[in-house]
């Protein structure tokens, strides 16, 4: 007996490097395919594959949603069949989220490019094959029985919390700065400026991106990883200033989920020399964490720097429940 299958189930499929996807063809028989492992996975409940838009499967699909993913352990003779439904995702802010460093060699174009989409399963059955036996798990669908998040609102230094994960408020150049990002950097030496000076050699331009969220580990620190995410510049609140706050706290979230954290603890992003409205700022903050459906995250706190600043977001929960 399994007790635990999103977590024992999860293991075995983060150590495939290969996924099966199985989908009906234009003459109504069944075919498999091979692809990359998944790209992100929320639980046993979604799974992001990139492919290309011009591809068999991609049109078989958008016919007939229906399809299963397998993973197997051949060592073992282990298996996880998931089945559900596809969609084939195109727009922007999924493509770049789910971009990876070298993809450039399957799509030319960049992340823009028009052979590139993204396939997701959100699985509704889940089946374990293990020694000539086969056991079934529900799946739940619904966000109201996702696994709940803890909020916490602490006063303090993030650098001195025991935590899986922090989060450093960065800026693009993603080597160091001022105010969290510079007490950061200090309290984990030399070996996490190391570590994000390779980080940034890999990528596009050898900058990050507004928005996104990059792991690396954490140097002295107590935690296991940090989270770096360049938040947006305040300008008017009409340049698109309240996406890219959500997508920093939403993809620093995946980062964590993707190394199976436990905990996380936030800063207040943006909300220093970028200078987004702490209010505002502190209410996407908790809807996005509110909103995220998360498989092994269980506590998240925001470290706040200032009462003041604890005192925002103590009120913004307290409306929010």
Known sequence: MIRNPEKTLGALIDKCSIAQLCYIDKDGFPVTRAMLKPRERHGLREFYFTTNTSSEKVSALRRNPKTSIYFVDRRFFRGVSLAGNAEILEDAATKERI?????????????????????????????????????????????????????????????????DAIVNAANCGLLGGGGVDGAIHHAAGKALYEECLKLVEGLPEHRGKTGQAYLTGAGRLPCKFVIHTPGPVYRDGLHGEAELLASSYANSLRRAEEKQCHSIAFPCISTGVYGYPKEEAAQIAVRTVREFRAAALQRVVFCCFSEADAAIYRRVLAKEE
């Open 99 to 163: 971009w990876r460093e070298g993809d450039e060699q399957y799509y030319s174009e960049g992340v823009a490019d028009p052979d590139y989409c993204v396939i997701k399963v959100t699985v509704k059955k889940v089946r374990y094959y293990s020694n000539f036996k086969s056991t079934d798990f529900n799946i739940k669908t619904q966000q109201a029985e996702d696994s709940m998040i803890s909020i916490e609102v602490v006063l303090g230094d993030i650098t001195t919390l025991g935590v």
